[in-house]
């Protein structure tokens, strides 16, 4: 009997010690999860605002009645974008802190496209005046 207790004891020890190992390793993947789709998110804000800028300056270019439509994924967790004189910010929110991915262009642009994520179709329009943004 004596014999039965000690191997049970020793495994109980053995899955305990385990568990203690194994929790920090769970955590920090928690945490590194979170960061990485962080920066994912913004990384693909960058690339929108990227995109955006060089269809404005085409479509400028081109001239007054000159309009082009991209199709770009919104990420998750964009609270707001701006787009006013001549630069696009997109506001993206992790753990309660608002980072800015912002975008600079020598064209006067304004206009609005929705923050919801998914994949939208945005308008840009060259004006009299400069560039018009829109989406769907």
């Given amino acids: 009997m004596k014999r039965c207790g000690q191997v049970s004891m020793e495994y109980m020890l053995v899955i305990g010690f385990s568990l203690l190992l194994f929790l920090p390793v769970l955590l920090i993947y928690g945490f590194e999860r979170e960061h990485l789709v962080h920066n994912v998110n ?24 000159s309009k082009m439509t991209i199709k770009a994924y919104i990420p998750r967790n964009v609270v707001a974008v701006n787009i006013t004189d001549n630069e696009i910010i997109f506001f993206i929110k992790h753990q309660n802190i608002i980072s800015e991915a912002v975008g600079y262009s020598e ?19 060259a004006t009299d005046q400069g560039v018009i943004i829109s989406s769907d």
């Fill in 42 to 65: 913004m990384q693909q804000a960058n690339e929108i605002i990227r995109k955006m800028i060089d269809t404005t300056e085409t479509v400028y270019y081109m001239g007054a009645p």
């Fill in 107 to 125: 064209i006067n642009m304004s206009g609005s496209i929705t923050s919801r994520p998914g994949i939208h179709r945005i308008a840009v329009e």
